[in-house]
């Protein structure tokens, strides 16, 4: 896959000029109207902007009808933003910016279930627990878990009414846990050492040694499993490649009522191939101390500056004391760290 190094507004005038669809044009869902509040320090009372090897761009808490269980966040190619939840939702729309590119709301916001093969609406939390998604060349990766399975929709920007074909599971279903299953699936660059191939990983489905099951696919084949390294308490929740190819791992622990914590690790590219044990070294970290939830999905993208923007996307487990977050930043390159 070809991912494109500038995206939102840059996208979005690209589109209009080659006429692709937006989307606005493409239609389907149905409409829903976005609240926002814009969160403009990252730890509060504080005019700190660094935070390891990223500063803070800015972010905002968000609300709408059915607006929760948001567990995955990639942009198209037309600079929209396609998200997915754990009840079996796609949730599309725009992010709203300021003159310096920070995030000031959600509009153009499009809802709808994702279908089974039939056209069906999923049956229940079993079947229609989404926490994965990735964007591979003209198609849609969504990864389940509960019924373990990757399930491929066509056309990212009009996702709705998308009737789905299965793909072969790359970890074998016997080392998937029921709830603890495939949480990542990232698309890495095409000329990067995986050459355009996906890999997904594992929440926490554990090998005899405690190590994370993870596995490389392209194509609907499987190209083998591999390992990473799991460092208790933390559970991986997402991740994406860097444009030059390096995997970046959104991680997140919980070890009781006000102990949230979010972390990435940085894996060199060249280290992911079959059968190998992968680590790296921690980015980034922050917990109820700066203005996280509980953040389930990772997306990299180029700025129209050229800088490489993490943006985040949380989990509300639609509960009233949870909220729904996009939080973005700008990775600062450590050129003594991994390149």
Known sequence: MTRPLRREGAALALAVVLGLPTLAQAGGGTPV????????????????????????VGGIQFWGTGLHGLSALRFTRTGRFLAVSDDGLWFAGRIERDGRGRPTGIFDARTGPLLDAKGEPFD???????????????RMLVGFERDHRILAYSDPDSPFDRRPETLPLPVPRAELRRNRGLETIAVSPTRAPLGG????????????????FAAIF???????????????????????????????????????????????RRIAGASVRAGALLDGPVIFEADLGEEIDNMEGLEAWTAPDGSTRLTMISDDNGSMF????????RLVEDRAGPQ
Do not use: H, M
């Open 218 to 264: 392209q194509g609907g084949r499987r190209n083998g499993v591999f390992k990473v390294k799991r460092d208790d308490p933390w559970d991986v929740s997402d991740g994406t490649f860097l444009p030059g190819g390096d995997l970046l791992l959104l991680e997140r622990r919980y070890t009781g009522l006000g102990r949230l914590g979010i972390r990435i």
């Open 124 to 138: 229940g939390k079993t079947e229609a627990d989404a926490e994965s998604l990735a964007i591979d060349g003209d």
């Open 197 to 212: 191939a996906a890999v997904t990983v594992s929440e926490r489905s554990l090998d005899a040694d405690g190590n994370l």
């Open 33 to 56: 109207t976005v609240g926002s509040q814009r969160i403009e320090r990252f730890q509060p009372g504080s005019e700190a902007t660094r935070f390891g090897q990223l500063d803070f």
């Open 322 to 329: 949870q909220r729904n977050l996009i939080l973005e930043f």
